[in-house]
Nanobody, 126 residues
Framework: VQLQASGGGMVQTGGSLRLSCAAS????????MGWFRQAPGKEREFVAA????????DYTDSVKGRFTISRDFAKNTVDLQMNILKPEDTAVYYC????????????????????WGLGTLVTVSS
């Protein structure tokens, strides 16, 4: 599975951005897709996840009500709509995919993801 993230950029506090992760290759093996982020000097942290079927979503508490993860079945992408952005959302955002074996892991756990895309930088200015 190959993953390509796009859509990062710079935005002011309160603004919006939409990230997209395009999946290619053995997409039939995907069970779950997730978005993680890593701010400078910090650990990579879970942001949101969605099952490949689109039926189940999870969010970290700090983005609930502001971010929405979704599947675009026509484009074979997983998108992250980010609204009401805050400076603390500034980070490199990574998308990741997990196969059926990831079901034994919580969606927030990095070991539950087999493939990672290159990150896309999101900068929120105050």
């Amino acid at each position: 599975v190959q993953l390509q993230a796009s859509g990062g950029g710079m935005v002011q506090t309160g603004g919006s951005l939409r990230l997209s992760c395009a999946a290619s290759g053995r997409t039939s093996s995907i069970y779950r897709m997730g978005w993680f982020r890593q701010a400078p000097g910090k650990e990579r942290e879970f942001v949101a996840a969605i099952t490949w079927s689109g039926g189940t979503t999870d969010y970290t508490d700090s983005v609930k009500g502001r971010f929405t993860i979704s599947r675009d079945f026509a484009k074979n992408t997983v998108d992250l709509q980010m609204n009401i952005l805050k400076p603390e959302d500034t980070a490199v955002y990574y998308c990741a995919s997990g196969g059926i074996g990831s079901i034994r892991w919580s969606s927030v756990n990095r070991p539950g993801y087999d493939y990672w895309g290159l990150g896309t930088l999101v900068t929120v200015s105050s």
